[in-house]
């Protein structure tokens, strides 16, 4: 009886999410990810570098004794780095059944943007397949408009091979 009323409240958990996602400043533009894939957001802190990765991994930070590997979503997007100051932070997320932390410039808000009100990316006369790998959808917020992303997207499998490696190796030394 009781697993049943646990599998009730995460699914009203689940219910409560839809439709919510975590905005946040990189470059000049907003961008939106759904609240589901979001652990916790952290302050900046130190990286350690892992050598041979693609350029947007930072490295590693270590959250409670867990090796999480970090990215910098303005070089993810190829747009220019800018400097890490107080208000940058980490967004921790859990994508492809690996933790991950987004770095960015800083959090805007959570907002709620109803299905009705995302409407597909513009292609914009691009025809590379490319042009909007990470981004499924704009999301119409009041007068502004936010650039969902998919997440599953922003890591190549390699990355996602390459930072496991890095973090089971990392571990091992501890």
Known sequence: MSDLLNMELLDEDKDAQKGRYMTF??????????????????????????PETADYIKGLINIRGKIVPVIDVSLRFKQPPFEYNERTCIIVIN?????????????AEVVTIEEENILPPPSLGRTDKDSNKF????????????????PDKLLHDED???????STYTEAEE
Do not use: H
Request: glycine content about 10%; overall charge negative.
């Open 25 to 50: 400043k990189s470059g000049n533009e907003y961008f939106a990810i759904g609240i589901q894939y979001v652990d916790e957001i952290i302050q900046f802190q130190k990286i350690t570098v892992v």
């Open 95 to 107: 994508v492809k059944s690996t933790v991950v932390g987004l770095i960015v410039e800083r959090i």
């Open 135 to 150: 981004v499924y959808g704009i999301g119409k917020v009041g007068d502004s408009v936010k650039l969902m992303l998919d």
């Open 160 to 166: 996602v091979n390459a930072v496991d490696q890095a």
